[in-house]
């Protein structure tokens, strides 16, 4: 099999001009292909607006050596492939003690769960928050009458943090074991479409993933896996130095042969009662700032040199700086054509993220503009500290909303007043706030502590000279983007385990994972430790 790069074509296009397109750089016929599948399509956009597709192909062909050679010396062009396999491990032979139990239903859970059941173990799930269905309900009540259900919200439900979310499904971490195709196989088989395969910048949105969380669902019950929303974890039994069982919603014992702790970044209260049972653990750093409205128009004119590129889809961007005080400024989470979500999961506490459907068809992009923070800034070495700083950011952000989303126009925040916000209104053609939940205008000049918040206006500025008007006075900033990854690390070992044996930290809450994917690279890690010791 030969991998066939920088394959160019116009963005409007068949599968068999694809084909010929290949033929054609490689010398041979058509005929001659025998196989033909897409490795990787990314944009490239370096002549815009002219827009070309770049793809990756992979291409089984008679005359492999033949083509090799003449492309000797252009090994980046074409080569042989070498794909990682990826193998499940052959099951272990140890007696297992107990049934092996997951804690939280997200990414993490959800992959961790899916893969046992697949290999026999009979994994039970449990999920504080409700199953996607009635969680959706919950969420958009809230949404619109600001009635916080503190266990069924954005953060908490099956499905976990990314449920409602842009569904991009890229992730930086690298795939030595294959675990990343397997992870885009698997979604893209529970009915994410198979694009998500090999394009370059995968998403899928949240209608399409609330359908791929419930099918999971329903195949890991299918399988043999126990299922169980409204069941909070809420204590640990330790013996001997393991863990042995737990206590459900504070009354019910459960007794477990491992235990996989998949709790995602906003089990505050979970983190404090493992802290408690003195589970092992530190604060480790993350990032805060404010989500940045600009029209999605703008963005493709940026990116692609036209306001509407048709079929390309809504553009993207990623942009990164460093403040003049030392602190790094980055775009995260980019949502193009989509919403800014009211994302509390505390009542009296306000955070926000970012949210598109499939068809990224809103009018505003949003990015959540980050400043890192690291325990340095904390009021102590405590564990824990980095979730109080964030929660008292997102105090803060309540109190300035008076319970809604509190916004200001990107001028007035760098001038400190709030005039422009509130003379704008509603006027046509004017750029409004497009929110999930209800905005108010505020001063957020006192939001993000001053260093964060001077980082902040400078990596705008910096911004605004790689994207032309990233920093306009009328962007709309809104606040608080608190929760980008965990504020702690559960420390575990190269087998996966705490301290505490059989207690398996997994996933983004326990400091291994961020975002989707990674978050769901990690639990199949985790699925594989426990199958590679325990019999099924
Ligand atoms: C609005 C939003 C948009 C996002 N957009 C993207 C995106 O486009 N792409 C991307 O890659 N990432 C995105 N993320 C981040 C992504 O959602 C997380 O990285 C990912 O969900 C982490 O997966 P996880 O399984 O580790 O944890 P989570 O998804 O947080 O899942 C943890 C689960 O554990 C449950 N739980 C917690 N404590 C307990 C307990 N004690 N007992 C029982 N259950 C418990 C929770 O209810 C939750 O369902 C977004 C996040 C948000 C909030």
Not at 233 to 243: A, H, L, N, P, Q
Not at 269 to 288: G, H, Q, S
Not at 386 to 401: I, N, V, W
Not at 404 to 423: F, H, T, W
Request: aromatic share 8%; charged share 25%.
């Amino acid at each position: 099999m030969l991998r066939v790069n920088q394959v160019k074509m116009r963005t409007e296009h068949t599968e068999e001009q694809l084909r010929k397109r290949a033929a054609e750089l490689l010398h041979i016929s058509v005929q001659d292909i025998q196989e033909m599948k897409i490795v990787r399509r990314s944009v490239d956009a370096r002549r815009k607006p002219e827009i070309f597709y770049s793809y990756s192909l992979d291409i089984k062909t008679g005359n492999e050596d033949r083509i090799l050679h003449r492309f000797q010396g252009r090994e980046n062009q074409v080569s042989r492939v070498h794909t990682a396999e990826y193998t499940f491990p052959r099951c272990g032979q140890k007696r297992r003690e107990g049934p092996t139990v997951i804690v939280g239903m997200g990414p993490a859970g959800l992959f961790c769960g899916y893969f046992l059941a697949l290999h026999g173990y009979c994994p039970i799930l449990l999920e504080r928050g409700k199953c996607v269905e009635e969680r959706q309900r919950d969420v958009e009540e809230f949404w619109s009458t600001g009635c916080l259900n503190e266990e069924s919200n954005v953060q908490f439900g099956e499905g976990g943090a990314g449920t409602f979310s842009d569904g991009k499904l890229n992730t930086l971490v690298k795939d030595r074991d294959g675990r990343n195709g397997v992870v885009l196989e698997t979604l893209a088989r529970f009915g994410a479409g198979e694009s998500i395969c090999y394009e370059a910048k995968p998403h899928i949105g949240t209608d399409v993933l609330r359908n791929v969380v419930r099918n999971m669902r329903n195949e890991i019950v299918r399988l043999g896996g126990q299922v169980r929303f409204q069941s909070l974890v809420t204590d640990f039994e330790i013996r001997g130095g393991r863990v042995t069982g737990i206590t459900i919603n504070g009354k019910e014992r459960l007794a477990c042969g491992q235990l996989v702790l998949a709790v995602g970044h906003s089990a505050r209260d979970t983190f404090a009662m493992l802290y408690e049972r003195r589970i092992p653990m530190e604060a480790k750093a993350f990032a805060v700032g404010l989500r940045v409205e600009h029209p999605q128009s703008m963005i493709n004119e940026s990116q692609y040199g036209m306001a509407d590129p048709g079929s390309l889809g809504a553009a993207s961007y990623k942009v990164t700086a460093k403040a003049r005080n030392g602190r790094g400024v980055y775009s995260f989470c980019m949502c193009p054509g989509g919403y800014v979500v009211n994302a509390s999961s505390e009542k009296g506490r306000t955070a926000v993220n970012g949210m598109s459907y499939s068809g990224r068809d809103g009018v505003n992009s949003n990015s959540a503009v980050i400043v890192t923070v690291t325990p340095e800034d904390f009021e102590s070495g405590h564990p824990l500290a980095g979730l109080k700083f964030q929660r008292s950011l997102e105090e803060k952000a309540f109190r300035l909303g008076q319970g809604k989303i509190p916004a200001q126009r990107y001028g007035d925040y760098r001038e400190k007043v709030l005039q422009n916000s509130e003379a704008a209104g509603e006027a046509d053609g004017v750029l409004q706030p497009q929110c999930k939940g209800e905005y108010v205008w505020a001063d957020l000049s006192s939001l993000l502590p001053q260093s964060c918040s001077e980082a902040f206006v400078d990596g705008m500025e910096s911004f605004g000279r790689q994207i032309r008007g990233f920093n306009r006075p009328d962007a709309i900033l809104l606040g608080v983007e608190s929760r980008t990854s965990s504020p702690v690390r559960i420390c575990r070992d190269e087998t996966l385990q705490s301290e505490i044996r059989g207690l398996y930290p997994c996933g983004e809450g326990a400091g291994y994972a961020g975002g989707i994917t990674s978050a769901a690279m990690d639990g199949l890690r985790v699925a594989e430790r426990i199958a590679g010791e325990y019999a099924p």
